[in-house]
């Protein structure tokens, strides 16, 4: 099961089994998104959990933690959007064409296959002029989003097993392709102003060889990302209450 052929194999496999397997793995990672998102509003009210998330920084209302999973940490960041819905955001960070406008390392982000009206097989790669936790790698991810009855606007992103990945498209010769595990967007909207609070969560494990204090090093550059988002969100400071 460990040799070099195993690892290289694909699977091509029917849509409706795609759709199954990855309506089935989304669900999990809807789950662990919201479960960070609520932890955040609890810690807010200042009620305390033993889940081992750490504050690594806190500026410009953006809070930035972590919290370890396996040699790899999740990142997460959470911020306030004062003057833009859910709704508003959303289309932002979904616009596909417009991302490298928020992630300057990224060089192309195409849709591979729609499986569904809110179910997408993504493509992302990275150039050889990217940093190197990301430089001539790619991932291919789904794309699950959710509104939940409280109106809450879920995006879940992860990657596609490596043999599905290479059954839908076989990776190229020089590109190394790296794991995206369970992250993604949850955007709550505020009841008494039209604003919104954004929890960011990122996992990756770039693949190839990088010591691991590196790659844990430089996720948190990941989840910086977040300030070109605000800025294109919310292109002008929201007036002061």
């Given amino acids: 099961m460990n040799s070099p052929a195993a690892c290289s194999q694909s699977w091509s496999i029917s849509e ?5 397997y990855v309506q089935f793995a989304s669900e999990s990672c ?19 959990g033993n889940d081992g998330w750490k504050v690594v920084t806190l500026e410009n209302g953006v809070e930035i933690s972590k919290r370890r999973s396996g040699s790899l940490h999740i990142f997460r960041s959470r911020w306030l959007l004062r003057s833009v819905s859910p709704e508003q955001f959303i289309t932002v960070a979904n616009a596909i064409d417009a991302a490298k406008q928020w992630d300057s390392d990224l060089v192309e982000a195409r849709y591979i296959k729609d499986l569904e009206d809110n179910l997408s097989i993504i493509r992302l790669r990275f150039g050889e002029n ?6 001539k790698r790619e991932f291919i991810v789904y794309e ?9 606007l879920v995006v879940a992103v992860a990657s596609l097993p490596k043999e599905i990945a290479a059954g839908l498209h076989p ?16 955007v709550e909207k505020l009841e008494d102003i039209n604003s919104c609070i954004v929890t960011y969560v990122v996992q990756l494990d770039p693949a190839g060889w990088l010591p ?6 430089l996720n ?8 070109n988002l605000r800025k294109l969100v919310q292109p002008t400071p929201p007036p002061k209450i």
């Fill in 144 to 152: 699950r989003r959710e509104t939940m009855e409280d109106g809450t």
């Fill in 220 to 227: 948190t550059k990941l989840v910086m990302i977040i300030e």
């Fill in 212 to 217: 691991k204090c590196f790659v844990n090093r």
């Fill in 30 to 48: 809807i789950q662990e998104l919201l479960l960070s998102a609520s932890d955040s509003e609890s810690k807010k009210f200042g009620i305390n």
């Fill in 171 to 186: 990776k190229q010769n020089d590109a190394i392709r790296g794991l995206l595990l369970q992250s993604g967007w949850v």
């Fill in 130 to 135: 990217s940093k190197p936790l990301f430089r």
């Fill in 16 to 20: 409706d089994s795609l759709r199954r």
